[in-house]
């Protein structure tokens, strides 16, 4: 404590440049390397930021860094976060934690009896739009909560990104690209899962790249590509989901929360602000002064929580939450296949609230 946290990154593809910008304002963490399987890009990240271009095996056990910040795809996610928890680093990853339940419970399992800690995204939660309307939830504006809706509908990534793949590709898909930001949101607000129904369905076999060097190359659909379900969380509130990326669009709220002295509506969960409106028994819509999260906040801030929380806490954006959301939503697609309700075996801690803040600081 005290000191900043020394960062290396795997993985210096698009998403990362949103973390280096976070790490600009962010006193809690510092890079000192990257790594990238394209040795040339992870060569020029390094010139750019100053920092050593290394190996991603040499990164992972270099003594000058402390944590290991996991940006590759999903299907690399716990191979390389092993490795990490292996020598001795903590790990923060991008969502999900891994492309499988019993990969993500591997990595939890392998930093609990490493003692390093483990982290995911997203972190979207803890910035001021989620945390406006949870505080809004915990101080009782909706009475008791009873139900909550989340819908995140698209025609498919496959329109703008350049390589697509895998978006349909297992450990892809609406539910396990978006979802992570739409259920770590509601249990942010709602608490755990206990149980999920739900049903799933794929609208065609290929989709068509619309941009970039491969524009007018199909890629094949291996994933279902629109899933609904009902979520009951354990304290015996009901959430409906939509994950879409065969629909168009929607005028539906990214979030409401429904209770029954008040509804919600929650900013989108894939952004760290925006505004929170209440619609009081008997009253009209209002607009909420923002009034908790990180102020500000971008993708990292996480990982900055994770370095500012002292030894013997839990950090936010933790391992324990990324295991249940991934459990939630592969349950989710379990019940779909079965077409009956699933039991969600994890559960995890409801995470602590932001105070309305800056910066995590060590």
Same mark, same amino acid.
């Given at each position: 404590m005290g000191q900043p946290l020394r960062i290396g990154i795997v993985g210096v593809g698009a998403i990362s440049g949103q973390y280096? =910008?976070?790490? /600009?304002?962010?006193?809690?963490?510092?890079? @000192?390397?990257?790594?990238?399987?394209?040795? /040339? +890009?992870?060569?020029? @990240?390094?010139a750019e930021q100053g920092v050593r271009a290394l190996t991603v095996d040499e990164l992972v056990t270099d003594p000058e860094v402390d944590a290991v910040l996991n940006l590759t795809i999903p299907a690399a996610h716990a191979d390389v976060a092993l490795k990490a928890i292996a020598a001795g680093k903590d790990v923060y990853g991008e969502k999900p934690l891994a492309a499988t339940t019993d990969d993500?419970?591997?990595?939890?399992?392998?930093?609990?009896?490493?003692?390093?800690? !483990?982290?995911?995204?997203?972190? #979207? !939660?803890?910035?001021?739009? !989620?945390?406006?309307?949870?505080?809004?939830?915990?101080?009782?504006?909706?009475?008791?909560? !009873?139900?909550?809706?989340?819908?995140?509908?698209t025609p498919g990534h496959e329109r703008w990104h350049p390589n697509p793949d895998f978006y349909y590709q297992p450990g892809g898909g609406p539910l396990l690209d978006m979802g992570p930001y739409y259920v770590t949101a509601l249990v942010t607000l709602l608490g755990p899962v206990e149980s999920v129904v739900g049903s799933a369905s794929r609208a065609r076999a290929t989709r068509t790249i619309g941009s970039g060097p491969r524009a007018g190359e199909q890629v094949p659909v291996d994933v279902d590509t629109h899933v609904t379900g009902v979520l009951r969380h354990e304290s015996g509130a009901l959430s409906t989901l939509v994950m879409s990326f065969d629909a168009v669009a929607t005028h539906a709220s990214c979030i409401e929360v429904h209770g029954?002295?008040? =509804?919600?509506?929650?900013?989108?969960?894939? &952004?760290?602000?925006?505004?929170? /409106?209440?619609?009081?028994?008997? &009253? &009209?819509?209002? /607009?909420?002064?923002? =009034?908790?999260?990180?102020?500000?906040?971008?993708?990292?801030?996480?990982?900055?929580?994770?370095?500012?929380?002292?030894? &013997?806490?839990?950090?936010?954006?933790?391992?324990?939450l990324a295991y249940h959301v991934l459990d939630v939503m592969t349950s989710l697609l379990t019940a779909a296949e079965?077409? #009956? =309700?699933?039991?969600?075996?994890?559960?995890?801690? +409801?995470?602590?609230?932001?105070?309305?803040?800056?910066?995590?600081?060590?």
């Open positions: 280096l =910008s976070a790490f /600009e304002r962010l006193e809690a963490v510092r890079l @000192v390397a990257v790594a990238d399987l394209d040795a /040339e +890009r992870a060569a020029a @990240v390094a993500a419970r591997a990595i939890v399992e392998a930093g609990r009896a490493a003692g390093v800690r !483990v982290g995911c995204a997203p972190d #979207t !939660v803890l910035g001021t739009g !989620v945390q406006t309307a949870r505080k809004a939830v915990d101080d009782g504006l909706v009475g008791t909560p !009873v139900a909550a809706t989340a819908t995140m509908v029954d002295q008040g =509804s919600l509506v929650v900013p989108d969960p894939n &952004g760290f602000d925006g505004t929170v /409106e209440l619609h009081r028994l008997g &009253g &009209g819509w209002e /607009e909420l002064p923002v =009034s908790a999260g990180y102020r500000d906040a971008g993708r990292g801030y996480g990982l900055a929580d994770l370095a500012a929380t002292p030894p &013997g806490a839990t950090a936010r954006a933790n391992g324990d079965k077409g #009956t =309700s699933v039991s969600v075996a994890s559960t995890c801690e +409801r995470p602590a609230a932001v105070p309305l803040s800056d910066a995590p600081r060590v």
